[in-house]
């Protein structure tokens, strides 16, 4: 069955980066499009970006353009989320999404807290 494994999060100060990693098996894992989401506490769940398949740009919310790298290993079957000069309202968990054969699936999150 499909799995996601979200790792990297962590405790990071304004302005700084982390690197998030997900690990996928269960499907193969270069024929689908895989996504970021993120819930912070008290809110909604939101789309933070979007790496096609093959080729293609990538997509990104207006909120994270600019600071955040969507990229993937296909080899390794891991998706990665670059965030850089994060800024409080990054705080929030994080999730990586794939949508197979009409189901989507969803890994456990990863923490992400940018405070001082």
């Known amino acids: 069955q499909v799995q996601l494994v979200e790792s990297g999060g962590g405790l990071v100060q304004p302005g700084g980066s982390l690197r998030l990693s997900c690990a996928a098996s269960?499907?193969?894992?270069?024929?689908?499009?895989m996504s970021w989401y993120r819930q912070a506490p008290g809110k909604e769940r939101e789309w933070v970006a979007t790496?096609?398949?093959?080729?293609?740009?990538?997509s990104y919310a207006a909120s994270v353009k600019g600071r955040f790298t969507i990229s993937r290993d296909n080899a390794k079957n891991t998706l990665f989320l670059l965030m850089n000069s994060l800024k409080p309202e990054d705080t929030a968990v994080y999730y990586c999404?794939?949508?197979?054969?009409?189901?989507?699936?969803w890994g456990q999150g990863t923490q992400v807290t940018v405070s001082l």
């Open positions: 790496i096609p398949s093959a080729g293609g740009p990538p």
């Open positions: 269960g499907f193969t894992f270069s024929r689908y499009a």
């Open positions: 999404r794939v949508l197979v054969d009409r189901t989507e699936s």
